[in-house]
């Protein structure tokens, strides 16, 4: 059991002892500490928040507890109900709100529940924000509205369908072509909001549309998070209905992974890979950004494309405003997450699926012949339990100075440059761990790395 409140948001697991777990007391505090910012950023006296949730099991109980703080606080709600992440965010934006909450805890397995925040331009907060935020849940310093201040509620509906008229509007988004195609697809909607999101959007795009996990329960059908080996049923059911390709979402509909008609993986990593190539080759090239802990393929595409690549730190916010610094103009995370600004700055699933199915309908290729196009770097990503006696900086220091001789990185955790290879590690926004990732060429090489890089961590613990 946990909980974490960061930067990030207030996440946790459901249940338990105060402290210890994400309970009401933490939910009210957090909510009432977010709202008192809004408060004092905007000026208002009323401002307006826009609330959606994914379909976990605790998400109603929480929205009823959230939007009922917002209001004492004299927040007005909008609310939208089961919803993706990117809904959200694009309905702050649409409704000209102050900010909003997402109760997600993205790809955690169903026992985890969390307040993600939204500023008023419909993207997360920043980390200034977010430890002013932090400072108010642990001060207390909240006030709360007199009874003729309380806030609103109103529901709001028809905002998926919104969010996808957007995507269809998109002059990237070439309908018309994918309604040719006619491309059967399955997707695996996890038991969440994919299924009221993901299905009406690719029956839009004029696919077959074969849906698995598609009751909006929350009791998800397997480990939530879309990587490979979490993702073998929805291989088989690619095979068995001889479909052009198999999407995978987590169950707040942020991230993107594919299958190909083959039942092999496109690669998470690659998601962002494929969509940047098709905008980079519509646009005559432009800049591009993703995390340093995403595959160098996209730097080696940016500048084949005659553009400028930029690695930022780790985490969507870090990803955002690196991309305006440098006007990129498509961007993201290795997980699967595509941020493409000319809809909004939030990593996205459903555009992500609709500019990849129109670069896929341009190139008339199967999906497998298109990923065999792009140089095929492995990524190890393995983690090390973290444990109170351990000081990260100390150990992120230790490990700079035993690879003195090669080049590196300290924008986010310690990333070191081996060769035609790398290894990155940072702790987690989110898990009391340690993350570690290395890419090379060769698999066996990016498992060596990590296997030593590991080894030289408890040598330095144990020291």
Known sequence: MALLKSISGTRGTIGGAVGENLTAQDL????????????????KDAPTVVLGRDARVSGELIEQLVSATLRMMGVN????????????????????????????????PKEWNALKFVNHRGEFI???????????????????????????????????????????QL???????????????????????????MVPLLEQLGCEVIAINDEVTGRFAHNPEPLPEN???????????????????????????????????????????????????????GNTVSNLSSTQALAELTKKHGGKYTASAV???????????????????????????????????MVGIALFLSFLAS?????????????????????IQLTPQIDIDQLLAALEKKYVNYPKNTIDGLKIFIDENWIHLRKSNTEPIIRIYTESASSVTAQNLANKIKSDVREIIMA
């Open 171 to 197: 002059k990237l988004v070439r309908s018309e072509l994918t309604k040719e195609k006619k491309y059967k697809v399955v997707i695996d909607c996890i038991n969440s909001t994919g299924a009221i999101s």
């Open 231 to 285: 993702l073998s049923a929805l291989s088989a059911e690619v095979l068995k209905q001889k479909a052009d390709l198999g999407i995978a979402v987590d169950p707040d509909v942020d991230r993107l992974a594919l299958i190909c008609e083959d039942g092999e993986p496109f690669g998470e990593e690659y998601t962002l890979v494929a969509v940047a190539d098709y905008i980079l080759g519509e646009e005559g090239g």
């Open 77 to 108: 709600v909008y609310t939208l109900g089961l919803s993706t992440t990117p809904t959200v965010e694009v309905a702050v934006m649409q409704e000209e709100a102050d900010g909003g909450i997402i109760l997600t805890a993205s790809h955690n």
């Open 315 to 349: 985490g969507e916010v870090n990803v955002v405003q690196m991309m305006k610094e440098v006007e990129a103009i498509i961007g993201g995370e290795g997980n699967g997450g595509i941020i493409y600004p000319a809809l909004h700055y939030g990593r996205d699933a």
């Open 28 to 43: 009210v505090e957090s909510t009432a500490a977010y709202a008192y910012w809004i408060k004092q950023e905007t000026g």
């Open 126 to 168: 920043s980390a200034r924000d977010g430890s002013e935020i932090l400072r108010l849940i642990s001060s207390g310093e909240v006030e709360y509205a007199q009874v003729d201040e309380l806030g609103t509620y109103q529901k709001k509906v028809g905002y998926i369908q919104k969010h996808i008229d957007l995507i269809m």
């Open 363 to 383: 190139t008339d290729k199967r999906a497998s012949v298109l990923r065999s196009d792009y140089p095929n770097y492995v990524i190890i990503k393995d983690k």
